[in-house]
């Protein structure tokens, strides 16, 4: 069983829609990541969250907007996406005070849009 | 940033032989390496990682890999392969500030 768990596993979506995806953790870890992964392909960083501060954003469309409620929850918000948004969303979490320790992965959102 | 490179992009082995896949990073001071497996269909799972000490660790699933500085390399094996490793493998290290780089993954396909 994943100790990250992410919510729903499939979302299907029109570019006008409004929707979240929701991840959680009860390692009590305090970084938080999503991912964008496209098919065949390695995931690519989009946001880190650090005790619950946005420390990294990779450039990412405000069509994407992250938010850290506590340190077990991640949410991306996602607003008047296109088509090329299509892809399975992970969140992952790790220990940031502990040097380089492994990001643990939930099984991802798969999101297409219409 | 510093890279890391799997050579296979596709790799197949029979099942119960012998599975050595490649990974080379780039230079720089000791890199904190990893090895991922994805499962069609779901997230990544940690096989195992390399820090520092001993140059062979294993993982989990009965594999292991060997880091090796003076190749640039941490390749990722396993004695006998079951039908159920058929998978998509991610070799990946840490940059500053936490942050991992992959690199393009190598899928396995087991024959019967």
């Known amino acids: 069983d994943t100790e990250v768990t992410q919510t729903p596993k499939h979302l299907v979506m029109g570019m006008t829609n409004k929707k979240s995806l929701k991840c959680e953790q009860h390692?009590?870890?305090?970084?938080m990541y999503w991912y964008k992964q496209k098919a065949k392909k390695p995931p690519e960083l989009m946001f880190v969250y650090s005790y619950e501060k946005l420390s990294i954003n990779e450039s990412v469309p405000s069509r994407f907007s992250p938010e850290c409620p506590n340190s077990s929850l991640l949410n991306l918000h996602l607003h008047a996406l296109q088509p090329e948004d299509s892809a399975l969303y992970l969140c992952?979490?790790?220990?940031?005070?502990?040097?380089?320790?492994?990001?643990?992965f939930g099984d991802g959102t798969r999101l297409s849009i219409l | 940033a510093q890279s890391v490179t799997q050579p296979d992009i596709h790799i197949t082995v029979s099942e119960g032989a012998s599975l050595e896949l490649r990974c080379n990073y780039s230079y720089g001071a000791t890199p904190y390496l990893f090895w991922y497996v994805q499962s069609p269909g779901q997230g990544l799972q940690l096989l195992l990682k390399?820090?520092?000490?001993?140059?062979l660790v294993q993982g989990i699933k009965g594999f292991e890999a060997e880091f090796k500085r003076s190749q640039s390399s941490f390749n990722l094996r396993k004695p006998s392969v079951h039908w159920s490793d058929a998978a998509e493998y991610f070799c990946?290290?840490?940059?500053?500030?936490?942050?991992?780089?992959f690199g393009g993954g190598t899928r396995l396909m087991v024959k019967p």
């Open positions: 390692m009590g870890h305090r970084a």
């Open positions: 390399y820090f520092s000490g001993d140059t």
């Open positions: 992952a979490s790790s220990q940031p005070d502990r040097e380089y320790q492994p990001q643990h």
């Open positions: 990946a290290r840490y940059n500053a500030g936490n942050m991992l780089t």
